[in-house]
């Protein structure tokens, strides 16, 4: 089965363009765990303009299900962490003044760095996931490098899905099938909607989890928290 981890780090740009605690996204990260979804994501950048280091504090005890948490494993991340000890790690290649995530790692010419950093959180008992574009010479790197798992960068996928889906999916389904071959783990992310994830996953269904924000909380505007939830399940049944 593949898991929907809900990212929620537009609820709290929502809530840090006025102030104060409304939306709460505790209370946001409970009712989607109530809803159904099987995890939650954070990426809390240094800049803080959405996720603060002090929601993923407050949000670790709370957490039911699996708890994620993205970013560029700068020092104060990495301390954070290692306090808070997810249930999963995943490293992505952000520069500070980056509005989102727009590639991968490369992780050969990073081999030294990221091994390291897996070897870090793996003593600590926290799963660990490379963030990488549909490459296999990248998934193949990341299992070198001691990832438990790589998250694939889907936002070509989704931008081509409207042109060609078999064209757009197809570097998708190489990468996917190097990380079954190697033994790694398989996430994905980035721009996955109720447009293009259904097809996405029919053809790799052995994706062990999907990490989805904007598109679903976008779309929770006109339908609903609940009802959003339960349409992104669907697709990936």
């Given at each position: 089965?593949?898991?929907?981890?809900?990212?929620?780090n537009?609820?709290?740009?929502?809530?840090?363009?006025?102030?104060?605690?409304?939306?709460?996204?505790?209370?946001?990260?409970?009712?989607?765990?109530?809803?159904?979804?099987?995890?939650?994501?954070?990426?809390?950048r240094?800049d803080?303009r959405?996720?603060?280091?002090q929601?993923?504090?407050?949000?670790?005890?709370?957490i039911?299900?699996e708890?994620?948490?993205?970013?560029?494993p700068?020092d104060?991340?990495?301390?954070?962490?290692?306090e808070?000890?997810?249930?999963?790690?995943t490293?992505?290649?952000?520069?500070?003044?980056?509005?989102?995530?727009?590639?991968?790692?490369?992780?050969?010419?990073?081999?030294?760095f990221?091994?390291?950093?897996?070897?870090?959180?793996?003593?600590?008992?926290?799963?660990?996931s490379?963030?990488?574009?549909?490459?296999?010479?990248?998934v193949?790197?990341?299992?070198?490098?001691?990832?438990?798992?790589?998250?694939l960068?889907?936002e070509?996928?989704?931008s081509?899905?409207?042109?060609?889906?078999?064209?757009?999916i197809?570097?998708?389904?190489a990468?996917?099938e190097?990380?079954?071959?190697?033994?790694?783990?398989?996430?994905?992310?980035?721009?996955?909607?109720?447009?293009?994830?259904?097809?996405?996953?029919q053809?790799?269904?052995?994706?062990d989890?999907?990490?989805?924000?904007?598109a679903?909380?976008?779309?929770?505007?006109?339908?609903?928290?609940r009802?959003?939830?339960?349409h992104y399940?669907?697709?990936?049944?």
């Amino acid at each position: 089965m593949t898991k929907l981890s809900v990212n929620i780090n537009k609820v709290a740009t929502i809530r840090n363009a006025r102030g104060g605690n409304n939306p709460d996204i505790l209370q946001v990260a409970d009712a989607c765990e109530l809803f159904g979804a099987q995890g939650i994501t954070v990426h809390p950048r240094p800049d803080e303009r959405h996720i603060r280091y002090q929601d993923v504090r407050d949000l670790r005890p709370q957490i039911k299900t699996e708890f994620n948490i993205e970013g560029n494993p700068i020092d104060s991340f990495v301390d954070l962490v290692l306090e808070v000890t997810p249930t999963q790690v995943t490293l992505v290649p952000d520069g500070h003044d980056q509005i989102t995530s727009n590639h991968g790692w490369d992780t050969l010419e990073n081999k030294a760095f990221l091994t390291d950093i897996c070897k870090t959180f793996k003593e600590a008992g926290i799963r660990t996931s490379i963030f990488v574009d549909p490459d296999p010479k990248m998934v193949e790197g990341a299992k070198v490098c001691g990832a438990d798992r790589v998250e694939l960068y889907t936002e070509p996928y989704a931008s081509n899905y409207a042109i060609d889906r078999v064209a757009a999916i197809t570097p998708f389904i190489a990468a996917a099938e190097e990380a079954r071959k190697t033994g790694l783990g398989l996430n994905a992310g980035h721009d996955l909607s109720l447009e293009n994830l259904h097809y996405y996953h029919q053809m790799i269904p052995w994706t062990d989890e999907v990490s989805i924000g904007h598109a679903l909380i976008c779309d929770a505007l006109f339908m609903g928290l609940r009802n959003t939830i339960q349409h992104y399940l669907k697709a990936l049944q």
